[in-house]
Nanobody
Framework: QVQLVESGGGLVQAGDSLRLSCTAS????????MGWFRQAPGKEREFAAA????????YYADSVKGRFTISRDNAKNMVYLQMNSLKPEDTAVYYC?????????????????WGQGTQVTVSS
């Protein structure tokens, strides 16, 4: 069992940066693929970024590639999403998720555990 808690969201202006954090509980955190998803009002939840257990492999949605960076610190049970050059279209609730199967994937239903989400609002 893994419990996830996101933090770091807020209201920023276009072009600003934010760093989201996800704190995980559970002794097997380092075994999980971790992902960040986001959901804007009236839209489906969409994949943003994922990282493998060791941090050696990452994958990004085209919409965030080059602007967002996912990282993890297994010693601290933490996952981060550094978001630079934010745009109004990045406005959404951002969710941290964990996948037990150990293979990076972009499908939300494949992830086993989810946090409660943190709001990111980017004004123009």
């Amino acid at each position: 069992q893994v419990q996830l808690v996101e933090s770091g969201g807020g209201l920023v202006q276009a072009g600003d940066s934010l760093r989201l954090s996800c704190t995980a509980s559970g002794r097997t955190f380092s075994n999980y693929v971790m992902g960040w998803f986001r959901q804007a009002p009236g839209k489906e939840r969409e994949f943003a970024a994922a990282i493998n257990w060791s941090g050696s492999v990452t994958y990004y949605a085209d919409s965030v590639k080059g602007r967002f960076t996912i990282s993890r610190d297994n010693a601290k049970n933490m996952v981060y999403l550094q978001m630079n050059s934010l745009k109004p279209e990045d406005t959404a609730v951002y969710y941290c998720a964990a996948d037990r199967r150990g293979v990076i994937n972009i499908i939300a239903r494949n992830y086993d555990y989810w946090g409660q989400g943190t709001q990111v609002t980017v004004s123009s």
